[in-house]
């Protein structure tokens, strides 16, 4: 409840910005978003069917606030070569983008993240700090590809639409459910942070950065026992998307 109260204030103001007049404008007049992604932009989580997107995930309530019509391609599991070869080759991401006045994006977790996930359950939670220092330290050619990739998705969105505004989400420590002090989440972090880091240099004149690293300084913004983000967890992605959207 107190997140959506937050989103109030900055409801009034972005109607204003987005729209001309206080009227609702039928849904094919309003400006559209489009949301690229993996399981954070598809609400995974957020309700129990995986048939499509929730609708309380941050690109709805952004369209809410924004009277925006939205059009979620989120896919779970999907890495950023995914995304990079469906605009490339798939119509629907192409034409989708191509037509759109926003564009939300929202990947690279699965590229970096998800083995260190994957490590830690197979090895029930035992993994030893040497064990988890080699495994961080592996991840450094993983990172620099989820780099280059990012760097090549903008540059195609870009190429498909110049006029659209986009808005790419950095990364946050998914880690802090393991505990503050834990390894993984202590290791993780720095490594993080350089790629949040090397993101600030893709400079194109649409684009805005939106930092989603403060989705991992609290617990009340990941699901419980879980890396992604709870409902208040979108609400706050939403309203950072708000205001790089300004």
Known sequence: ???????????LVVSLFFTTSGFAKS????????????SIPFGYGLTDSMDEPSRDAFPYLIGEAADLRV?????????TSDLLNALNHDQKFIQAVSKADYITLNIGSNDLLKPIKDAYVASG????????????????PSAQILQLNISLIVGKINALNPHAKI????????FLFLGESHPINLLGNPLIQTINHALEGLNYPNLAIAN?????????YLLS???HPSLAGHELLANIGLNALK
């Open 1 to 11: 409840m107190k997140g959506i109260l937050k989103l109030l204030p900055l409801l």
């Open 27 to 38: 849904e094919n007049a309003k400006k559209s978003l489009v949301a690229l992604g993996d």
């Open 71 to 79: 059009r979620n391609l989120a896919v779970p599991g999907w890495k």
């Open 125 to 140: 939670g035992n993994l030893d700090n040497e064990a988890i220092i080699r495994l961080i330290n592996s991840l450094g």
């Open 167 to 174: 808005v790419l989400y950095n990364f946050y420590n998914p």
């Open 212 to 220: 989603a690293y403060v989705i991992g300084l609290s617990p009340f």
């Open 225 to 227: 026992g879980d890396i």
